[in-house]
């Protein structure tokens, strides 16, 4: 930086270095334009970076090499039962129409690699049109020392509380081959010996791991494949203001940097990926139900993602759109004491499908189908939560299970589960009313609940809530347990529970935006020189989550998209007035 004028021209400027912004920049790059990343923070990825990775991306390639031909039609049955009233159909086409072709540049053009999630299914089996696989890719594992130095520098590390002690563990048959291994099983020895081996490799050598998997393996292949184009990325640099012309066209970007104020102009426009405002106290208190205070929500976003973005796109004109079933991608999340007074927070993602555990609220009843999606999680815990009271909950488990599947943060054997009681994260007792005693749940009910629950659930069923009536409920089940892979009695002491609370993978209400990404004023015209991708642009599929992915998917496809549009979009001519 030092060596650095103070004002700067580039084609393009993008605020962000999310799956949104990255996808951007180099679709931008690689048609010939002049690229500059500005990251806020010191790390760059994001919340991408502390996500699985995954993206919803119906009709690619690889789901044509498996031999899954899929109509357009058929998806947009899907969509437009799973989105209903909020189904945004110009959006949803572009979506759809671009998503293969933009899986199709990434691999076959860049350093980001994929692979095909053949068997994840859409969250909603029951509707018309749903997908069962191949609808979703991922980000390939990449050895980190691929990476220079310098890159590794600014690279966020594996998000702790999703991982093993630092070490990444990607779902599939890397996380199938840990949670044999708590089955006593060798291959499940063998794999998480090989695995642990070369995490403690990579410490003694490097100071972290290399075997990047997820989000980190995302944004770290986004990044070089960034630099391989001549794509200019900035760390602590902090876009406060959108310049303008007379005409009212955005023409660059004025940052706050560790070394001063600076202004950068952009011939093209400017995209705002900056990760919307999930870190903002004020405006969840504004748009999340039962959030009174800061404690109220946890996200699982950086603390940068405090809707700054969202302001820098007001402040030319654009509109913040809150409309749609909700602000929120909600994720039910626990928070985890450290010694140093660090709260983590723990996604409860994979734990919640497991045959032998149910949410309960302090009433001591079920409010969801807990193998359903994360979101419905939250959902239904925030509609069966009454208003002025904290939207909590409680995972409850028994001995079977703690020793089988993680609860939460605390993972099966042979990890010891003593660290988690000592802090008070982890809950125990040797019998249901005790348990609920402890956690202040309410004893006869809780009681009531597990033995209904444990009747219907050695028969396979649940009435109440339809839990494994989906294949993606099975999927995220135990195939070994049978009729019903997510179902089994809570019946053998000691009993164990973990506190759960609302949280959040990031935003869905956000600027408005059309087909293009372009940014749009009151009356719906876009407004020049402007684009926002991620979850700065609101969410395409009215605050719903019909499937993994559908953040990072259209993240990744608008950013696509937007980078194109940029290479066809004329310069204006030069010497246009600045305004602002």
Known sequence: ???????????????????????????????????????????????????????????????????????????????????GEHYDEARTDAFLRAAPEMVSFFEHQTALQFVPGSKICDIYGDLPGAGTGHRSVGPKPVNGRIFSRELRRIMAPQYWETSFLGMGIMAGPDLAGFLAASKFRLSGWIHSAKRVARYAFDLLTTGRGMHFVNGVALTARLMQSAVDRGVDIRVRHNAVQLTCDAAGRVTGVVTETPRGTRRFTARRGVVIASGGFSANPSMRRTLFPHNRSADDHWTLAPQTADGSGIELGESVGGVFDASGAAAAAWCPVSLVPYRSGRTGVFPHIMDRAKPGSIGVRRDGTRFANEANGYWDYVDGLNAATPDGEVAEAWQIADARFIARYPLGFAMPRPVPKSPHLRSGYLISAPTLTELADRCGIDASQLVATVEAFNRNARQGQDPDFGRGSTPFNRYGGDPEVQPNPTLAPIEHGPFYAVRVVQGSFGTFAGLRTDDRARLLDTDGSAIPGVYAVGVDQKNLFGGRYPAGGINIGPAMTFGYLAGLDLAATEAPASGSAPAA
């Open 1 to 83: 930086m030092s060596d650095r004028p103070s004002d700067e021209t580039f084609d393009v400027i993008v605020i962000g270095s999310g799956a949104g912004g990255l996808s951007t920049a180099v679709t931008a790059a690689h048609q010939g334009l002049d690229v500059l990343v500005l990251e806020r923070d010191r790390l760059c990825g994001g919340a991408t970076s502390r996500s699985g990775g995954w993206m919803w991306a119906p009709r690619t390639e690889f789901a044509l090499a498996d031999g899954v031909d899929e109509s357009l039609e058929s998806v947009k049955t899907y969509l437009r039962a799973a989105v």
